[in-house]
Nanobody, 121 residues
Framework: QVQLVESGGGLVQPGGSLRLSCAASGIIFRINAMGWYRQAPGKQRELVARISSGTTTDYADSVKGRFTISRDTAKNMVFLQMNSLEPEDTAVYYC???????????????WGQGTQVTVSS
């Protein structure tokens, strides 16, 4: 099977920074896109940032200029550096990956369990 495990969430004051990490493990032939989504209480899950198998990145307008997504392809990891955090960034952050488990299989999407980020004074 495939597992995505996030780490790095926590409580931070407004204006502070956090770095989220996500490691993929299990039966993996190739990881294509990876990304981060978030879900605040009472709201739908939304895209925060994603990165292709190359270096193409895409960000939600609300985080552009503050968050940076990157990946370590060799280690099957993706990261989210979050700076200038605002209370509105408070949410559970989920790692997402599109993975081929075998060369002859199609792609499937996988989710991590989520990590809580709380921005509060």
């Amino acid at each position: 099977q495939v597992q995505l495990v996030e780490s790095g969430g926590g409580l931070v004051q407004p204006g502070g920074s956090l770095r989220l990490s996500c490691a993929a493990s299990g039966i993996i032939f190739r990881i294509n896109a990876m990304g981060w989504y978030r879900q605040a209480p009472g709201k739908q899950r939304e895209l925060v940032a994603r990165i292709s198998s190359g270096t193409t990145t895409d960000y939600a307008d609300s985080v552009k200029g503050r968050f940076t997504i990157s990946r370590d392809t060799a280690k099957n990891m993706v990261f989210l550096q979050m700076n200038s955090l605002e209370p509105e960034d408070t949410a559970v952050y989920y790692c997402h990956a599109v993975i081929k488990k075998k060369s002859y299989l199609g792609e499937s999407a996988y989710w991590g369990q989520g990590t809580q980020v709380t921005v509060s004074s």
